[in-house]
């Protein structure tokens, strides 16, 4: 059940740094509201996770998901280029999730 509460809390994450974006300097008070719910959601779930993952695990893969995500939402969403170094450090980083999660002895399977 943990890496459903880490799905829901990166998904929230994302949501909220999204509307982050959209609250223009949080002058705009709908997109207020969704980074408040966003964020809330996310560290609620988080702490969740740390129930059963290790906290320096836990950080890594909601912080490294979250950034490849967000950078995604940024390039479709808001026309923000990513040049060649972004994607291949984006690239690194999911590598370096998918490490942890295949072979870090913290992480209860």
Do not use: C
């Amino acid at each position: 059940m943990a890496y459903v509460y880490l799905l829901i809390a990166i998904i929230a994450e994302v949501v909220g740094t999204t509307a982050l974006k959209a609250s223009d300097g949080f002058t705009k008070w709908i997109p207020n509201v969704i980074v408040a719910i966003g964020y809330g959601l996310a560290f609620y779930f988080l702490s969740l996770v740390l129930r059963s993952i290790p906290v320096g695990v836990t950080y890594a893969m909601w912080s490294g998901l979250g950034i490849v995500l967000i950078s995604l939402v940024g390039y479709v969403y808001f026309k923000q280029p990513l040049d060649l170094p972004a994607i291949a450090g984006m690239v690194l980083i999911i590598s370096g999730v998918i490490v942890i999660h295949l072979f870090s002895k913290t992480i209860r399977h």
